[in-house]
C-alpha cells in the first residue's frame, strides 16, 4: 500500500499540502508512506526508486532529476531535502 499525506507525526500540521509532480518514473516495490507536507518532483525521463517499507514522517522534499534509489526499510525524518542528479542509497539488513 501506498500512503501520501498522513499524519505521522504529532507536531506537524495535518493541513499542510503534500505536492506530487511526476513527469518520470516512480517505482514502488513494496509499501511506502509519504507524511504531510511531502514534496516529490520527478523531472521528465528521471527514475526514481522506493524500496519495501520506504517511510518519510512529515515536511521533505525529494526533487530527481536523473535517477534517486532508496533501499528497503530506509525512513527519512521530517525537513530533509534530497536534490542530486543521481543518488543510490541502500540498507544492509543483517
Known sequence: MITIGYAHVSINDVNENSLWNVEGTVIFKGRAGFGAGTKIAVGEGAILTFGNNFL??????????KEITFGDYYLLSWDILVW??????FIIKK
Open 56 to 65: 518519510i514522517t512529515a515536511r521533505t522534499e525529494i526533487a530527481c532529476f
Open 84 to 89: 542530486i542528479q543521481m543518488l543510490i542509497l
